[in-house]
């Protein structure tokens, strides 16, 4: 694999990561947050300046735009997200370059006590003489999923400034608040215009993923009797107590994400704000199949129901909502894009790996939506916190990939 993308990708992901670009599920805006019109306006100007066609950056706050085909061919989707996680720290992302990394434990500077180490982390003990990027041990890094960004920039421009290579239409769409399950708008499917798509949001070499999990959101409200305390006797009702209560009566043992892997499932608690008038709890409900995403809503509905029994005077609601399905119900139907995939990866010399997503991706809801979408490597590892990185190398060889499945699609 030649060295032909590394500075290219390595500019743009410190570029981008250094962003404030965070989504924020209790927000009712769309995109969720302002800032992430700075990630947003950026990739449009930049899109315009490398010479892409309709460039435009729609109402629902996603950028789209045209590299025109110069072969037959299906219409093509690549996608990335701009926004980073909510579950950490991610303003004042410091990116830096650890070049030629020599194999052994990696400190940050903003925070010593952190190391990320091949013991802990595997994949990095495979990545001596690469050039890896981390933040500053302060904030997550955003290559989740600005690594994917970087990787379609950089083979757009190849494309654009390479009008010899043979590729079908290919249509980009860098979308908002995926990270909160809300990156794809009713809009986008028709907007996109592509006949398959990839979303580039996976981590290990070799990664080409096509099922993840179903997902719903649970938010349960529990509101007290509130009085001052020095009278409270037989009168208050506290909304803590009995919010504490539901958690604590939740499956922990088995149905927890510490305490699952491969295909289980599991009731993720994510937030629990108040007070002692009113508390707020936020679960999300994961599986692979839909009668196990159903069995762990009823769950949370059986434990407030039960909670709700033993104080009448409090009010116990719970919501649930769908967020995604597991795109693998339709996939499965039509595994040309996935095969497509499979053969680039071999030919750029990386044996595809197909495991099951637990988590999901703008693909999983444009798959349902009706545009096939699997979900293909960047190298991000240990995202969603301070020990999240990538390789430079990685992403090289996910450029490579991209660029050879376009091609191969021209034939296709």
């Avoid at 930049?46 to 435009?56: P, Q, Y």
């Avoid at 990095?124 to 050039?131: A, V």
């Avoid at 509905?301 to 399905?325: G, H, M, N, W």
């Avoid at 039509?334 to 991706?361: C, H, N």
Wanted: net charge negative; glycine share 8%.
């Amino acid at each position: 694999m030649t060295d032909r993308f590394d500075s290219e990708l390595e500019t743009r992901l410190v570029r981008y990561a250094a962003i404030d670009s965070q989504s924020d599920d209790d927000s009712p805006s769309q995109p969720s947050t302002s800032i992430q019109y700075e990630m947003l306006r950026l990739l449009e100007k930049e899109l315009t300046e490398i010479g892409a066609s309709d460039v435009k950056l729609t109402e629902y706050g996603a950028v789209l735009a045209t590299i025109p085909g110069t072969a037959e061919g299906p219409t093509v989707g690549l996608l990335a997200h701009v926004d980073t996680a909510p579950q950490f720290n991610a303003t004042g992302v410091k990116p830096r370059v650890i070049r030629g990394y020599n194999g052994g434990d990696i400190t940050y500077p903003d925070d010593p006590a952190l190391i990320l180490s091949p013991e802990t982390s595997p994949y990095l003990g495979g990545k001596q003489g690469h050039d890896i990027i981390t933040a500053s041990g302060l904030t997550l890094l955003g290559a989740d999923d600005k690594a994917g960004v970087a990787i379609i920039m950089t083979a757009a421009r190849h494309m654009l400034e390479n009008p010899g290579m043979k590729h079908p239409t290919i249509r980009i769409a860098f979308t908002p608040d995926e990270e909160i399950g809300r990156g794809v708008d009713e809009r986008l499917p028709k907007d996109l215009g592509a006949d398959f798509a990839y979303t580039f949001d996976g981590g290990e070499v070799g990664e080409i993923e096509y099922e993840s999990f179903s997902a719903d959101l649970a938010e349960v409200r529990v509101t007290g009797v509130s009085i001052h305390p020095g009278l409270a006797k037989d009168k208050l009702v506290n909304a803590i107590h009995l919010a504490s209560k539901i958690v604590a009566t939740l499956p922990q043992a088995t149905m927890t994400p510490e305490t699952t892997d491969d295909r289980d499932g599991f009731i993720h608690l994510t937030e629990m704000t108040g007070g002692s008038s009113e508390m707020k709890v936020k679960l999300i409900l994961r599986d692979f199949e839909l009668d196990g995403l159903a069995e762990k809503g009823e769950i949370v509905r059986k434990v407030c129901e039960a909670v709700q029994l033993t104080e009448p005077r409090a009010l116990i609601t719970c919501a649930i909502r769908p967020q995604y399905r597991n795109m693998r119900y339709w996939l499965e139907k039509d595994m040309t894009p996935v095969e497509l995939a499979r053969d680039a990866a071999r030919a750029v010399g990386v044996e595809p790996i197909s495991v099951p997503i637990r988590g999901g991706t703008d693909g999983s809801r444009l798959t349902e939506m009706g545009v096939p979408t699997p979900n293909l490597f960047t190298g991000m590892q240990n995202i969603h916190g301070p020990l999240e990185w990538v390789s430079v190398q990685d992403m090289a060889v996910a450029t490579e990939m991209c660029l050879k499945l376009v091609e191969s699609a021209a034939k296709a």
